[in-house]
């Protein structure tokens, strides 16, 4: 996407992100195989938006007032986010499923016609199909893209399909980290034009740090989102619905935390502070989530996500601007998609590390507690996280049931405490950063707003008909006009 959008029109590519995430192929999907292609196309369109909107951000502003503006976009992000879970919980209980992918008809035509009418984006640059096809880097791609399938089906397959000292997953990773080396490898020759992700994004301290940072802060943000709701059903044994109710908290508290950590950068012009917080509070919040257990009380469930919620949640605006700071004006575009492509990463990662974990210690403490042979089998071989489930649970025995809460609640333990290292991996990188001073002046990019150009023009127009006019007087010795004529315009009444 992020190839496409730097050599196209802003507006034309937002505007194909909308409609594709308005496919209705998911919704009407009769196979899993529809189901997934209509996936595909959501997120496409997905990845598009969020993409075009960072970069019209940084087209229009300066890299200092961008905070601002990030802000108000992740806060309503963070309303979205927060609704979605209850929604979404309320339409599974129901059994209308389809009913999650067609909710985007009204919604996503709704904003289809307000781009329409109020993104008045043109572009500069025009390419043909050909010269937009070229600077794709589709062997660096091919190889990223396989590597990185390998390592999330050895990370799914490990614990569940084969050990992890099985040989399926030990070429699985060899084939996917070989291939990281290799994708690499490619992007640093002289054979790959245009690299996906520029060499020299990393050659700066701060960039390389910000960037990894922005991984990490995706992951850590994935990770807690989907496993809390594990904890809430495998251990305080809530409903589907409810479980999106009990997160909210986290997810409400994130919001205005963005918004105000936004403006702090803008007023102040500086983020190693802000990110300094931001991962204190994390990796506190999610220490705190060790503590959680089948007798925690609803003030200590809600506290707790509060903490590492906001710390997470201040975050969020800050971490693009850093990059394109850290980086000549240029480079605005693929340090935006670079960014965008690394919080993507961090949330896949997100879900299969803990979920890894999370697999791993089933095997563990299942085989050691739950009593009943039945109930072992079924959770495991992956089992134990689908039937995460309240109903499931309370229909166990009573002395089964409290074997397989007294497992969950170890295995969640285990998750959070790997989740914790990673959060201070990520206060150790935040140190390494340089506070360099932001930009105060906006750097045109490739698209500019129609109304700004139109102004430029009528302008240049007026300028060339003062100095026509300026020429008559002189000719007709109309002096005390033309010194009059220059007193308004010095005092910017005119020009």
């Known amino acids: 996407m992020e190839k496409s959008q730097r050599n196209s029109n802003r507006r034309r590519e937002s505007l194909l992100g909308v409609f594709f995430v308005l496919c209705l192929i ?17 997120g496409l369109g997905g990845a598009g938006i969020s993409t075009m909107t960072n970069l019209i951000i940084s087209d229009l502003v300066s890299v200092r007032e961008r905070g601002k503006y990030q802000g108000i976009i992740f806060g309503t992000f963070g309303i979205g986010i927060a609704i979605g ?10 059994g209308n499923w389809r009913w999650v992918f067609w909710l985007n008809l009204p919604l996503g035509g709704v904003t289809l016609v307000l781009q329409l009418i109020f993104l008045q984006i043109t572009f500069r640059k025009v390419f043909t199909f050909t010269q937009k096809v070229k600077q794709i880097d589709w062997i660096g791609n091919f190889v990223l893209i396989g590597a990185m399938i390998a390592i999330l089906i050895a990370l799914s397959w490990a614990d569940t399909v084969y050990a992890w000292s ?24 002289r054979f790959c034009r245009v690299p996906t992700i520029p060499g020299r994004l990393f050659r700066n301290r701060t960039s390389a740090v910000t960037l990894l940072n922005t991984f990490l802060s995706s992951m850590l943000t994935y990770w807690r989102s989907y496993f809390l709701p594990v904890y809430f059903q495998g251990v305080l044994l809530v409903s589907l619905q ?25 007023h102040f012009g500086r983020y190693k502070p802000i990110h300094l917080l931001g991962y204190a509070l994390m990796t506190l919040g999610t220490g705190l989530y060790i503590d959680y257990d089948a007798h925690s009380s609803l003030a200590k469930v809600v506290l707790y996500q509060m903490v590492a919620g906001f710390g997470g949640g201040i975050l969020l605006t800050t971490f693009l601007p850093a990059v394109e700071g850290a980086n000549p004006a240029k480079d605005l575009v693929p340090a935006s998609a670079t960014w965008a492509y690394l919080r993507a990463l961090g949330s896949i990662w997100g879900i299969a590390i803990p979920s890894a974990i999370f697999n791993s210690r089933v095997s563990y403490y299942v085989q050691a507690r739950v009593s009943d042979p039945s109930v ?12 995460v489930s309240a109903a499931y649970i309370w229909a166990l025995p009573d002395g089964v049931r409290e074997e397989v809460v007294g497992a969950y609640t170890s295995i969640m333990k285990n998750v959070w405490e790997v989740c914790v290292v990673f959060c201070a991996v990520a206060v150790l990188l935040t140190l390494l950063e340089e506070e ?41 010795g109309g002096w005390r006009r033309l010194f009059l004529l220059r007193r308004v315009r010095c005092l910017g009444m005119i020009g």
């Open 26 to 42: 998911s919704g009407g999907a009769n196979s899993t195989a529809m189901l997934i292609a209509g996936r595909l196309v959501q």
């Open 85 to 94: 879970p209850v929604i979404g919980g309320a339409i599974a209980q129901s």
């Open 166 to 189: 099985d040989w399926h997953i030990f070429v699985l990773f060899l084939m996917g980290f070989a291939g990281l080396f290799a994708f690499h490898a490619f992007e640093a020759t």
């Open 242 to 266: 409810r479980s999106g109710v009990l997160l909210l908290p986290s997810v409400l508290i994130a919001a205005p935390a963005a918004i105000l950590s936004g403006f702090a950068l803008s």
């Open 376 to 387: 072992r089998w079924a959770l495991g071989g992956g089992g134990a996280y689908a039937h």
């Open 436 to 476: 360099i001073p932001m930009r105060t002046t906006a750097v045109e990019g490739d698209s500019v707003l129609k109304e700004k150009k139109e102004e430029e023009a009528g302008v240049l127009i007026l300028r060339i008909l003062l100095v026509l006019l300026d020429r008559r007087m002189l000719r007709r």
